[in-house]
């Protein structure tokens, strides 16, 4: 069973960064692909960036490209979202999100994928 907790959330202006983290407690972190998600109220959840178990292969949706980095520290049990560049569009509850995997290399924007989610943590960019 994995268990996922996100933190790094919180206010920020315009062209601002924020980091998030979430922490996995489980035993399968290594062996999962991860993902991020966000969500706004009345709204499905949205890919946002995914990495592989290995780290090698990354995914963005076009929004983020350029602007966010998603990143993991498999000795650390922790995948990072680095955000730069924040827009008021950028505004939602974040996800992270957990998929085991056999494959090194997978990676998915997939939200049906992902057996494992966290509680969220809420980023907001004031105009």
């Known amino acids: 069973q994995e268990q996922l907790v996100e933190s790094g959330g919180g206010l920020v202006q315009t062209g601002g960064s924020l980091r998030l983290s979430c922490a996995a407690s489980g035993r399968t972190f290594s062996t999962s692909a991860m993902g991020w998600f966000r969500q706004t109220p009345g709204k499905e959840r949205d890919f946002v960036a995914a990495?592989?178990?290995?780290?090698?292969?990354?995914y963005y949706t076009d929004s983020v490209k350029g602007r966010f980095t998603i990143s993991r520290d498999n000795a650390k049990n922790t995948v990072y979202l680095q955000m730069n560049s924040l827009k008021p569009e950028d505004t939602a509850v974040y996800y992270c999100?957990?998929?085991?995997?056999?494959?090194?290399?997978?990676?998915?924007?997939?939200?049906?994928?992902?057996?494992?989610w966290g509680q969220g943590t809420q980023v907001t960019v004031s105009s």
């Open positions: 990495i592989s178990r290995s780290g090698g292969n990354t």
């Open positions: 999100a957990a998929a085991i995997t056999y494959d090194s290399g997978y990676v998915s924007r997939e939200a049906r994928r992902y057996g494992y």
